[in-house]
């Protein structure tokens, strides 16, 4: 037997109705913040996110599903939203509307990683991104977006981590500062973080090693090094966050692992998921819109790991309601029966009544059993009597309460 490849999941009808829930209430509480949604290609040009992303990050340099297609192009399977939404932004001219640009996805993404709980090689991103405003209540705005998405989904036990990085001017001076700091332990540190140390030292606090981490433990943090205009601007967030009550903790150790933010990151992050519990990261990238080939323009935004939030969701133990997925099951008995219970289901459908009827041919009480199964809140016999008397008895399968009718009236004796 052929089985899914390592890392991917089904979300099967068992499930899904979990999903279609979330995905709902992101879209409507996403439109009411004035996002439109963006649909962009699974697949891009390497090169869009070696230059996007950054070569020096791990989800670049180890994780990117990379292949050559039949023209020998080098292309790569998505292993983020934000790189091909600004390429689609500056392609599509959206620079000349109205700003800021506010656009949403929720989209399928990439990573060549080593699976456990709460990390896939296929996973979900619900994100947004917010184009053309330098301002701190643009920060504070997308915020509020996750916070209320967390409040309207019930979730609580989730931790608001937020970081100042500054901007190049500021991360230069800093990188000097870090490299002279590590620089005496430089053979101690793995070879990917040793290349690092001259190309993106900051880089190193993303390090997966446990030695790499304990050497930079005390190392000059971004965040004490800042230039006044990034201080002002990170000050101004915060008071953003302070008027609209949003909690948060001041988390110097974050750098986020793509390399394009620039003065506000953060991180939502969750204790019930266990190692993985990062459920949602974004910052600003004031210059990401100008390194793929724009004119300036500011830019902010997060994405939320779909899957993780429903694992938060199930392990605090938010239970998402099953969609009811059958009004009436029109039973027939004999063959002449079930020809009138086709047509009667598909007047029903017709008339916006989920109905369902028999397709194995089973026996009547058969039927009704599946009827239980299947949870629906009416059934209907139908027999040649019942067809040739125009009469038939609606039962409400919860109160077990009958009631008798002709077929045409059959919609109009339910309570759904
Ligand atoms: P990211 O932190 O790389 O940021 O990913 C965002 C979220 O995606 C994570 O917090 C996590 O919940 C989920 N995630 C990441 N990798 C995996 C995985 N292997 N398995 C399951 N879930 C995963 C970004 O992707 C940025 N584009 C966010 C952003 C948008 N920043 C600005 N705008």
Known sequence: MITAPKGTIDITPKDVYKWQYVENLLRKITAGFNFKEIRTPVFEHTELFQRGVGDTTDVVSKEMYTFIDK??????????GTAGVVRSFLQNGMFADAQPTKLYYIIPCYRYEKPQAGRLREFRQFGVEMFGSYEPS??????????LILNKLGVKDITLNINNIGCPKCRSEYNKKLIECLEAKKDKLCPTCQERLYKNPMRIFDCKSEICQELIKDAPKMFDSVCDDCKDHFDKVLKYLDAMEIAYNIDKG?????????????????NSIGAQGTVCGGGRYDNLVEELGGKPCAGIGFAMGIER????????????????TCDIFVAALGENADFKAAKIVADLRTAGIKAEKDHLARSLKAQMKFADKIKAKYTVVLGDNEIENNKVTVKNMKTGEQQETSIENIANMLEI
């Open 71 to 80: 023209a020998d192009r080098s292309i790569t399977l998505r292993p983020e």
């Open 138 to 147: 643009a920060d504070a705005d997308v915020i509020s977006l996750v916070k």
């Open 254 to 270: 974050i750098v986020r692992g793509l390399d394009y933010y620039t003065k506000t990151v953060f991180e939502f992050v969750s």
């Open 309 to 324: 939030l429903l694992l938060v969701m199930e392990n605090t133990g938010i239970e998402i309601p099953e969609e009811e």
